[in-house]
């Protein structure tokens, strides 16, 4: 299950999150994780988004993102 934390909210927002299954909606099949990422101003903002097994809480995957609205 995918997460996210943006830094500042101020600068950026996520508009949209959406998830679809490639497999019928099976339980622990896989599918695709779309965002709509939106600038709000000018300024520079951090989202990152973490991946955590659905069974646990182990994270399993960071991925960070320096985003810059001029």
Known sequence: MWDY???????????????????????????????????LKKGHATIIFNYNLWESDSMVKTVRYEITVE
């Open 5 to 39: 934390v943006i830094d500042n909210n101020e600068i950026i927002n996520i508009t949209a999150n959406n998830y679809s299954t490639t497999n019928n909606g099976k339980v622990g099949s896989g599918g695709t994780h779309h965002w709509n990422v939106v600038g």
